[in-house]
Nanobody
Framework: QVQVVESGGGLVQAGGSLRLSCTTS????????MAWFRQTPGKEREVISV????????DYADSVKGRFTISRDNAKNTVYLQMNSLKPEDTAMYVC????????????????WGQGTQVTVSS
């Protein structure tokens, strides 16, 4: 049974930091690319960051470039999103996803989705 479980969300003041974690099971994590998306009511889901299976390639949305860092630990089947210099406009549900192929994942069509963790940034 595939499980994709996010944690680490919460309420933080603008300028603060949070580290999200996404722990997985039920599929061979080490051969899957991983990604973080975010979604707010009334807006399209946005891909925030993608990381290849061995961390050799990463991509970031322009809105988070220089502030967010994606990483993964294949021994722990976990992907992380370090979020610094948070802004109120970063408020969203952050969702982790896994894809057997990097480009479809980056374009928003993963194989597996998590349920999400809420991040709220107060001004």
């Amino acid at each position: 049974q595939v499980q994709v479980v996010e944690s680490g969300g919460g309420l933080v003041q603008a300028g603060g930091s949070l580290r999200l974690s996404c722990t997985t099971s039920g599929f061979p994590f080490e051969i899957y690319a991983m990604a973080w998306f975010r979604q707010t009511p009334g807006k399209e889901r946005e891909v925030i960051s993608v990381i290849s299976r061995r961390s050799g390639t990463t991509d970031y949305a322009d809105s988070v470039k220089g502030r967010f860092t994606i990483s993964r630990d294949n021994a722990k089947n976990t992907v992380y999103l370090q979020m610094n210099s948070l802004k109120p406009e970063d408020t969203a549900m952050y969702v982790c996803a896994a894809g057997s192929r990097y480009d479809p994942l980056r374009l928003g069509t993963p194989d597996y989705w998590g349920q999400g963790t809420q991040v709220t940034v107060s001004s």
